[in-house]
């Protein structure tokens, strides 16, 4: 919801929060199961993609080097600046 607020749509100032909670838990369960084509799961905390343009770059590098499957993004700046890469397995 904070991320709504900051966006400052006034299209999405009145969303119910458990509207947003619902959508959340439902997209979650959508891909959790999902394997017809290569799937980027990005940790969205800890990416600010409206304000970094590196942000945006690496989630760029990150698909154009996905081998396939599924692969999870997470932020770990206070290890070493730059994302982790995972597969499931």
Do not use: H
């Not at 838990?25 to 990005?42: A, E, G, K």
């Not at 690496?58 to 206070?78: E, F």
């Amino acid at each position: 919801m904070a991320r709504i607020a900051n966006r400052g749509r006034s299209f999405e100032a009145d969303m119910d929060p458990e509207y947003i909670s619902e959508l959340a838990r439902l997209y979650n369960d959508f891909f959790f199961n999902y394997q017809d084509t290569p799937l980027l799961v990005i940790q969205t905390e800890g990416f600010n993609f409206a304000d970094s343009d590196d942000d945006v770059d690496q989630v760029v590098r990150t698909i154009d080097d996905m081998p396939g499957g599924t692969q999870y993004l997470v932020a770990a700046r206070d290890l070493d600046g730059e994302g982790q890469l995972g597969s499931a397995g």
